[in-house]
């Protein structure tokens, strides 16, 4: 008998009832499971189907091939040639894979360069697009008026430079103001804290006017308004057409800039700066009163001639600037930058004076009134760092203030005695004391604080955080 798939005497032997031929067994099984047919006239076919056959084992002889020492010689060299072939072929194969995987890996590095040159390609047309959108321009007028980074006019050159000689002169002999605020009186604070009810809700910004006695402040629902802090009321609101990110007096005059990228100055006749490609992050107003700056994520600067009403210079840096500050003579003007720069400028030719570093973006900074220090805080940072500006490098730092919680916003008083830093877990007043070169905290507060401002003769101070609610301490 043979096996009908095979050709070969069945080991198994079981015959199909439905044709009758002979199979091994292991061969039908593994048919039908696959085809359920039987395999020589296709009729459905189970297992159940076959009959086994009773018959000896059959004992497969030994092939003629291997009956002899040279027939074993010329089958051993038979296997060697077939395994030195497959050798030869597997070698073959794993040179084309190298082949194929070099070409591979030269495609992944020329794409990778391709990539790497169009993103630079990108970004440096987004930065001149920016460039290019830059205009300035009341609002009732229809033309945008072209700024350059020049510097600052002749007329105002000279404004600046009569500020900073007459500042500078009673600056360093000047005493601290009769009347001003004791260690004693900053202490009662804790005693006398007067709170509004929410009016501006996402505020991050407040300014008080010279009398001590109006702030102007602004949410993220794009209203401003004068707050009477007497009076503990609002006296007057404001559509600064975006959400206010900060707010400076010019006089009696509010002003606000806007994430939108405006910069609105709310006289009797409203006038709207568009100088910036992006959010206007921050303000600051020079000592001379009516030049204003303004910083953005276009990682420009630009001061404003606020008396004319027109923009006067743009000038560009290496990355966003986030917060602003006029040095209290006026010679410089300080930039804070999401690098971790504090970027020092000379304020007639606007170019770059010095360079202070700090871990993390730069949140808040603020020039000290004796003239020669300048705090700095980074985003999320529990410390302020405060630099001489006379020294360089590492040199520079001369103090870290460990405050104990985030700060937000910074801000030193008149005499330059008192520096208070306030963030969402309340706020610190720390004193440095001259005659002994020493720094002391004061007093601290659970009053949360997006932004402060120090009152009329440091005996007060105004807070207002994230829900828009302002509060007087003492």
Same mark, same amino acid.
């Given at each position: 008998?043979?096996?009908?798939?095979?050709g070969e005497a069945p080991q198994y032997p079981v015959a199909s009832s439905k044709s009758g031929n002979v199979y091994e067994?292991?061969?039908?099984?593994?048919?039908?499971?696959?085809?359920?047919?039987?395999?020589?006239?296709?009729?459905?076919?189970?297992?159940?189907?076959?009959?086994?056959?009773?018959?000896?084992?059959?004992?497969?002889?030994?092939?003629?091939?291997?009956?002899?020492?040279?027939?074993?010689?010329?089958?051993?060299?038979?296997?060697?040639?077939?395994?030195?072939?497959?050798?030869?072929?597997?070698?073959?194969?794993?040179?084309?894979?190298?082949?194929?995987?070099?070409?591979?890996?030269?495609?992944?590095?020329?794409?990778?360069?391709?990539?790497?040159?169009?993103?630079?390609?990108?970004?440096?047309?987004?930065?001149?697009?920016?460039?290019?959108?830059?205009?300035?321009?009341?609002?009732?007028?229809?033309?945008?008026?072209?700024?350059?980074?020049?510097?600052?006019?002749?007329?105002?050159?000279?404004?600046?430079?009569?500020?900073?000689?007459?500042?500078?002169?009673?600056?360093?002999?000047?005493?601290?103001?009769?009347?001003?605020?004791?260690?004693?009186?900053?202490?009662?604070?804790?005693?006398?804290?007067?709170?509004?009810?929410?009016?501006?809700?996402?505020?991050?910004?407040?300014?008080?006017?010279?009398?001590?006695?109006?702030?102007?402040?602004?949410?993220?629902?794009?209203?401003?308004?004068?707050?009477?802090?007497?009076?503990?009321?609002?006296?007057?609101?404001?559509?600064?057409?975006?959400?206010?990110?900060?707010?400076?007096?010019?006089?009696?005059?509010?002003?606000?800039?806007?994430?939108?990228?405006?910069?609105?100055?709310?006289?009797?006749?409203?006038?709207?700066?568009?100088?910036?490609?992006?959010?206007?992050?921050?303000? #600051?107003? /020079? +000592?001379? =009163?009516?030049?204003? @700056?303004?910083? $953005?994520? !276009?990682?420009?600067?630009?001061?404003?001639?606020?008396?004319?009403?027109?923009?006067?210079?743009?000038?560009?840096?290496?990355?966003?600037?986030?917060?602003? #500050?006029? /040095? +209290?003579? =006026?010679?410089?003007? @300080?930039?804070? $930058?999401? !690098?971790?720069?504090?970027?020092?400028?000379?304020?007639?030719?606007?170019?770059?004076?010095?360079?202070?570093?700090?871990?993390?973006?730069?949140?808040?900074? #603020?020039?000290?009134?004796? =003239?020669?220090?300048? @705090?700095?805080?980074?985003?999320?940072?529990?410390?302020?760092?405060?630099?001489?500006?006379?020294?360089?490098?590492?040199?520079?730092?001369?103090?870290?203030?460990?405050?104990?919680?985030?700060?937000?916003?910074?801000?030193?008083?008149?005499?330059?005695?008192?520096?208070?830093?306030?963030?969402?877990?309340?706020?610190?007043?720390?004193?440095?004391?001259?005659?002994?070169?020493?720094?002391?905290?004061?007093?601290?507060?659970?009053?949360p604080a997006t932004a402060i401002a120090w009152g009329p003769q440091a005996s007060s101070l105004i807070t207002v955080n994230?829900?828009?609610?302002?509060?007087?301490?003492?």
């Amino acid at each position: 008998m043979l096996c009908s798939i095979s050709g070969e005497a069945p080991q198994y032997p079981v015959a199909s009832s439905k044709s009758g031929n002979v199979y091994e067994k292991r061969l039908i099984e593994a048919y039908i499971t696959e085809n359920h047919k039987d395999p020589v006239n296709g009729e459905d076919l189970e297992i159940s189907d076959l009959i086994e056959l009773k018959s000896s084992r059959i004992v497969a002889p030994r092939p003629p091939t291997l009956t002899s020492i040279p027939s074993l010689l010329t089958t051993l060299q038979n296997e060697w040639d077939a395994l030195a072939l497959e050798s030869f072929t597997i070698r073959q194969q794993l040179q084309q894979t190298r082949q194929e995987l070099t070409t591979a890996l030269y495609q992944h590095d020329a794409a990778i360069r391709v990539i790497t040159r169009l993103t630079k390609e990108r970004d440096e047309a987004r930065e001149a697009l920016s460039k290019v959108s830059i205009g300035a321009g009341a609002v009732g007028g229809d033309d945008a008026m072209q700024i350059d980074n020049q510097g600052l006019p002749e007329d105002l050159a000279a404004k600046v430079d009569a500020a900073q000689e007459r500042l500078t002169k009673s600056r360093r002999k000047r005493p601290v103001p009769e009347g001003w605020a004791t260690t004693e009186t900053i202490e009662k604070f804790a005693d006398g804290v007067v709170a509004s009810e929410p009016l501006y809700p996402g505020a991050a910004s407040i300014a008080l006017n010279e009398a001590g006695q109006l702030a102007i402040i602004g949410g993220s629902d794009g209203i401003a308004g004068v707050y009477s802090i007497a009076e503990n009321k609002v006296q007057q609101s404001f559509k600064a057409g975006g959400a206010v990110t900060d707010t400076v007096w010019f006089g009696d005059t509010p002003v606000v800039s806007t994430s939108s990228g405006t910069v609105k100055v709310f006289g009797e006749s409203e006038v709207t700066f568009k100088s910036h490609a992006g959010s206007i992050n921050a303000l #600051a107003l /020079h +000592p001379t =009163g009516d030049i204003l @700056a303004s910083v $953005g994520v !276009d990682k420009s600067f630009v001061f404003y001639d606020l008396l004319s009403g027109k923009a006067i210079t743009q000038i560009y840096t290496d990355s966003e600037l986030t917060t602003a #500050a006029f /040095h +209290p003579d =006026g010679p410089y003007f @300080a930039a804070g $930058g999401i !690098d971790g720069q504090i970027k020092l400028f000379h304020v007639k030719t606007g170019e770059s004076a010095a360079n202070f570093d700090i871990d993390g973006p730069i949140q808040d900074i #603020a020039f000290s009134e004796n =003239g020669i220090w300048i @705090a700095a805080v980074a985003k999320g940072s529990n410390s302020v760092v405060i630099f001489d500006l006379r020294k360089e490098g590492k040199a520079a730092q001369v103090k870290v203030l460990e405050i104990g919680g985030q700060v937000d916003s910074i801000r030193w008083d008149y005499s330059g005695q008192y520096l208070a830093a306030a963030g969402p877990g309340g706020l610190t007043i720390s004193q440095y004391t001259k005659s002994s070169k020493s720094w002391s905290d004061v007093i601290s507060l659970a009053v949360p604080a997006t932004a402060i401002a120090w009152g009329p003769q440091a005996s007060s101070l105004i807070t207002v955080n994230q829900d828009g609610i302002v509060s007087k301490l003492g």
